[in-house]
C-alpha cells in the first residue's frame, strides 16, 4: 500500500507561469487535505477536499488558487501566475475520515518561483 | 479560536540524554492533540496522538507525551536521545470537536539537533 505520493518533489516556475502539483492518497482514503509551508513557518491549513467536493477552502488565498479532487485520478493544486511570494513547499494528506482519524502526509512539492 | 504554540524553535541535546519539547495549544473545545515529526526531504510522520482517552500517549520511537488540561500543555519527551532523533517536530491541535471533520493548526516547529 502505497503511502500519499505528491509530483513533482520540486518545480521551478517564472513569475507569471501556473504550477499543477499533484496529490495521490493512500489507497481507500477519500479525504485529501492541502497544507503550505514557509520557510521558518509550521504548516498552513489551506483546503480539505473529498471526491468531486470542496469541504472547507477557509486556508486558500482568494485569487489565482484552486483545487480539485475529481472522481478518477489525483488531486490537483493550481496555481495560476505565480508569484515569488508563491516559493513554498506543500504538502498533501489524505484521511480515511476526518482529520481525526489519522491523517497521512506526503513528502511535499517545493515549488520556487523565479 | 484553537491555536498551539511550541516555545522553542531549537533545541539540542547530546546523544543519550532526555528530550524535552515543549508545546502548549489554545482550544475551546476538547482537544485532539498530535506531535509530527518531519526528517529533512521527507514528508510528515505521526509520533502519537492524543484524543481523551488516556492522558499519557506513547508514540513510536521511544517518544511519549503528557495532555495536562490544568497547564493547557503537550510536551513531548523521550529518556533517551538517538542521532536518528534529529528532525524537526510539529505539535498540533485539532482545531474541531472529536469526531467532526476539522483541519490540524500547526505550531511553527522546534528543531531537534542531537550532538554525538
Known amino acids: 500500500n502505497a503511502g500519499v505520493m505528491q509530483n513533482p518533489r520540486h518545480l521551478v516556475r517564472r513569475r507569471g507561469q501556473e504550477a499543477r502539483l499533484r496529490c495521490s492518497p493512500m489507497?481507500?482514503?477519500?479525504?485529501v487535505y492541502w497544507y503550505r509551508q514557509l520557510p521558518e513557518e509550521g504548516l498552513k491549513f489551506m483546503v480539505y477536499l473529498q471526491k468531486e467536493n470542496i469541504i472547507d477552502e477557509s486556508g486558500m488565498p482568494k485569487e489565482r488558487f484552486s483545487a480539485e479532487f475529481p472522481k478518477e485520478g489525483p488531486s490537483i493544486l493550481r496555481i495560476q501566475q505565480v508569484v515569488r511570494g508563491d516559493s513554498a513547499a506543500y504538502f498533501c494528506a489524505s484521511s480515511v475520515q476526518g482529520m481525526n482519524t489519522e491523517a497521512f502526509f506526503g513528502q511535499g512539492t517545493r515549488l520556487t518561483v523565479v | 479560536a484553537q491555536s498551539v504554540t511550541q516555545l522553542d524553535s531549537h533545541v539540542s541535546v547530546s546523544e543519550g540524554t532526555p528530550v524535552l519539547l515543549r508545546c502548549n495549544y489554545s482550544?475551546?473545545?476538547?482537544?485532539?492533540l498530535f506531535w509530527y515529526v518531519q526528517h529533512p526531504n521527507k514528508g510528515l510522520q505521526l509520533l502519537l496522538k492524543?484524543?481523551?482517552?488516556?492522558?499519557l500517549v506513547k508514540g513510536i520511537n521511544g517518544f511519549e507525551a503528557e495532555f495536562k488540561k490544568s497547564e493547557t500543555s503537550f510536551h513531548l519527551t523521550k529518556p533517551s536521545a538517538h542521532m536518528s532523533d534529529a528532525a524537526e517536530y510539529f505539535c498540533v491541535v485539532s482545531d474541531k470537536d472529536g469526531g467532526s471533520q476539522g483541519n490540524l493548526i500547526f505550531g511553527k516547529g522546534t528543531k531537534l539537533s542531537v550532538k554525538p
Open positions: 482550544s475551546s473545545y476538547s482537544p485532539s
Open positions: 492524543y484524543t481523551s482517552a488516556a492522558t
Open positions: 489507497k481507500g482514503h477519500s479525504h
